[in-house]
Nanobody, 122 residues
């Protein structure tokens, strides 16, 4: 089992930055692809970004390309999402997820965190 705990969310003004962290426990995530998803009120959960187990490959949804960066530190069993130039439409609960094997941009992940709220004011 892998337990995931997100942190780093909060309230920020448009144009600001936040760095989300996802700390894993229970086992090493070094062989897991990791993803970030988000869910805004009244909307379905959507893919945001994902990174391969080695960190060599990453994918982003179009709306965050050039603004968000996913990274990982396998020694710390932690994944990060650096979010810059935040917009009100980025407001959502952000979830971290882990998956054995290759990256997918769908919700087919094995483990999920509880989420952290990100609110961007205009």
């Amino acid at each position: 089992q892998v337990q995931l705990v997100e942190s780093g969310g909060g309230l920020v003004q448009a144009g600001g930055s936040l760095r989300l962290s996802c700390a894993a426990s229970g086992r090493s995530i070094s062989m897991y692809a990791m993803g970030w998803f988000r869910q805004a009120p009244g909307k379905e959960r959507e893919f945001v970004a994902a990174i391969s187990w080695s960190g060599g490959s990453s994918y982003y949804t179009d709306s965050v390309k050039g603004r968000f960066t996913i990274s990982r530190d396998n020694a710390k069993n932690t994944v990060y999402l650096q979010m810059n130039s935040l917009k009100p439409e980025d407001t959502a609960v952000y979830y971290c997820a882990a998956r054995r094997g290759f990256i997918v941009t769908t919700g087919q992940y094995d483990y999920w965190g509880q989420g952290t709220q990100v609110t961007v004011s205009a």
